[in-house]
């Protein structure tokens, strides 16, 4: 089975900067403050961060914890952001590299439950029959004797899913 490991590496700054723009969409920064320091913490194999955060009232000095999760998903929305692409259904994993982090996608072996599901909902749904029964291939009475299209044939009732798909640009 074909198999694909990646590994994407962030510089502090950046890590600071997806940081900053996750906490501010997400209201957690405070309205007249800043983030002045972000440092990286690994305790065995899980990595998290401390955030310094300045009230700029106040001078108030205030560290938060991150959480791996947390930090992942501000580097995700951050590649995002650049345009960067992730496979969905990658493992991913984040490790401590130099004086930033890695993030380590893997994806290897057969299609998980998961790919299989999504794969499922892609597929288009059977059409109905003008007396209502399924006109699905395999539930139709003469389905051995019609030979397969790409496409269903045209129900007026329905409106066409195939020629909606192909506006759509798929």
Known sequence: MPSEHRQITFSLDEITRAVTDMMAHHGVLPVHSQITGLRITEVGEQVGAM????TNETNKVRELPLTADLLGAALIRLCRDARIPLP??????LVCSGDGLAMHLNISGAPTNAVKAHAAQREPAPTTASHGAAAHPATAPSAAA???TSAPPADPAL???WSAMSRRGR
């Open 159 to 161: 409106p066409d899913y």
């Open 51 to 54: 955030v310094t955060v300045v």
């Open 88 to 93: 969905k259904f990658a493992k991913k994993r």
């Open 146 to 148: 019609k030979p397969k």
